[in-house]
Every structure is written in C-alpha cells, then in structure tokens.
C-alpha cells in the first residue's frame, strides 16, 4: 500500500514537472536582451548606419514567438528602444497567444536595412536608423520607437496633387481599407487594442497620411525622452 502511493506521488511530481517545464519552455522565447557584440555585428552598418548618435545602450535584442499565416509556431527577432523593449514583450506574448498571426518578425538587417525591400516581404520590424529628410532630428524608428506589422497587408499611403504614395509599391490590393481581407489593421483588431493599451499612436488615425501598419510613442512622450532631439 505505502509503496503504490509512493508511485502515485512520483508519478504526480514527475507530471508536474512537465507541465512547468512546457511552461517555461513558452515563456523562454520572450526576452530582452542588450546589444552584445554579436547583435551589434548583424547591425552594423545597416540599421545602425554610421552616422548614428544613439548610444547602444538605448536599444534591445528582443526574442518573442509569434504565429505565422500557417498558424505554426515562429521565432522572431527585434531591435527596439530600452523604454518600449517591456512593452514589446507583452503585446507579442498576448498576441501569441491569442493566435494572432505575423508572417515574419526579422531583422531588417537581413534586407540590408532597405525598408522597401522589408516591407514587399511582409517583414514586421521595429529600429531602422534615420534622421527625417532634410534635418537632424532622429525619426521614430530611428529610435526604435516605432513598430510596423505585417507590412504588405497594411500599407503606407499619401495621396498627393502628383498621385499615390504607396510603401511598399506592391501593396496595391491593399489600400482599400473598406474591403475586407485577412492581416488588415483596423481599430477592431488585437493588435490596435494592445498597442494602444500601451500608449501607442496608430499610424491609421492619422489624417494626411495613413501609415495602417505603423505604431508609435507619441510626441509628447519622445520629447521627454530625447528633448535634443529637434
Ligand atoms: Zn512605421
């Protein structure tokens, strides 16, 4: 009798652990962490251009899971800003586990930093150094402050007395935000929702463009954070 309810208990611990280590295994693939030397290699001279200011310590490798359009389990990769890095890891992990899907989440180090090229292949990134044309002060994603997802389905579009402006070019199918169809942003979609819970500012409200696959800290928050930044 002692002995069965031995096995019994054995039996219980061992299945406990399972199930904690399936557990951890799940949170393992959401981290931070800093720029060492061999994250810093990949971005060299491509997301971080030479020209940029930013010390490294400001930015952060982040490491999240993420569903694909198959609905299998994906790795991902981002480089953002210390101040979002937190924020970044909650929004993936509960978009993760709601299902939500994101075709790839690389660096765009991997498309030599070219936004364009990034963006035709539906990749959702985060850091890509610049300052805004013609001055010097830093953009957001120059900061890491801002996260574009699922690219393609999600367009930037300005339209101008010389025509359409659209980023990246292919999306053409896309503009219509009446239509309906798979990957679209809009204020009903869980990726809206939880950015905005975070204080973001979605580039699809914006009146003179409309940037559907944009997500940034507001202004208010950016000057505080960098008030040189002008
Ligand atoms: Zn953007």
Redesign the pocket.
Known sequence: MRRKFLIFIGAFLIMLGLLSSGFAEEQDGFYASKIDEKIFSRIEGKSFKKDCPLPLDDLRYIHVLHKDFNGETKEGEMICSVYIADDLLDIFMKLYEAGYQIERIRLVDEYNADDETSMRDNNSSCFNFRFITHTKKIS??GLGL???INTLYNP?VKITKDGMILEPATAGEYVDREKDFPHKIDENDLCYKLFTAHGFEW?GNWKSVK?Y??F?LPDSICSKLYPANK
Request: glycine share 10%; no cysteine; charged share 35%.
């Open positions: 957001k994603h801002a996260v574009d930037y580039g940037d696959q944009h940034e």
